[in-house]
């Protein structure tokens, strides 16, 4: 008879859908493993000693069964919740656009401990209402933690240093050509203005720790419009719509 | 080489895909069901399948609450015995049915037929949540019960709701959350322990 394995490990449920009558599959952000896709049997229906409360946005300690197939959570122990109640809707929106994001991007690489601490960040400003920052901060993190940041620096057709100044994005070669070059691309862009190309660098050479607070400067510079241009490339990347952004613009509209 | 396939009758696989894409089952039980269903007596089968038609071809969703229902209203909200000043908001007719049957209430029902989750798609527009809206106008209710589940999503959708019907001066309750009948305090989660001590109540 072959012996199971057993693994421990902490993680994060970044999201979960049920199965069968009493069972529930959980998406699990592990800091060693990537997304670990793991069933908990009988979780809807009974209180189990070995299980504490679980729902999605959680931390917790896990033990679990692993076979070819699936991965079978014996116990979960409570470690932090990253998402305070009562929940908002634009707040549920922001956690499941990070949970979807890092679910399209998921890889098995040296970044999974970067990207874990960076998804807990995350989905704690968004249960403190920072979710516009959180959210960008997040495009911005994972972009450079997966090597496909854009060029924002330099000219991407003559290297010379971009000024200060709107410039359009080119989604295809990934970067930004100054004004000079810029009749030269032809491929489809994004204009991205001033302001918003000095928040990108801002963010991308500053790692906040998990106190932001609501009135730090930069959250309240940082607007939708950010959102939605990185949104697009990143889109254009991984050919994915995020089902929770659509529902997200729509609470903000009204 | 994998011959399974072609080896099992369209019939077969047909009626396993259509099982298969029942909430809670999957491709086992499924299979499982299926050739339970062909081993079973014609009568039996032919009964079920009756059942099945009359379920699509009776039954509807009731104008004003959203339960399923086989006359329109339905039966709660045109019985004048009960309370149609005090409305509970479930997720799903099962729930509300679940709800009757401990016989603890005796008001009316609206059914969202759902649940807020953005990850699936499903935002305030995909529920019945508008029609809530203005049947709280129209009958002014005065107590509001949001029984939806106490999950992430149930909380949200009951956050949603509440913030929807504040401006109204009507009563707004949530279903107690605590430990069940029956239950051990040492097998009840923290979350759990932590709520029922919130909610304690004084024996009078």
Redesign the interface.
Known sequence: MQNKEYLNFEGITI?S?????FDKIFNILSPNNGIIIAIIKRIRKI???N???I???QKMNFKASLSDNFCVIYEAK?LE?L?E?????T???SG??I??LTINFNSINENNNYIYHLVSKCLKWISNDIFIFALVYFQIKLLLAEGIFPEIDICLNCNNKIKPGNYLLNLIESGIFCNECSGKTKFSSLKLLEDEIRLLKHIKNTEYDNNLNTNNVITEKVDLNLYKKLSTYIKFYTNKEL??E???F??LNK | MNNKNISISSVISDLINHLNQLPGIGPKTAERLAFHIIKSPESKILSLADSLIKSKQQLSFCDNCFIVTEINPCNICIDEMRDQKSICIVQDSIDAYAIESTNSYNGSYHILNGYISPINGIGPNELTISSLVKRIEKKQPTEIILATNPTIEGDATATYISNQIKSANIKISRLAVGIPFGGDLDYTDQKTLTQAFNSRQIIE
Request: charged share 30%.
């Open positions: 999201s859908y049920e199965y069968g009558e209180s189990n000693k299980f504490d409360y729902d999605v946005f409570a919740r998402f109640r009562p929940i908002k809707l707040n549920l929106c499941n656009i949970a979807e089902k929770s659509k529902i997200l729509t609470s």
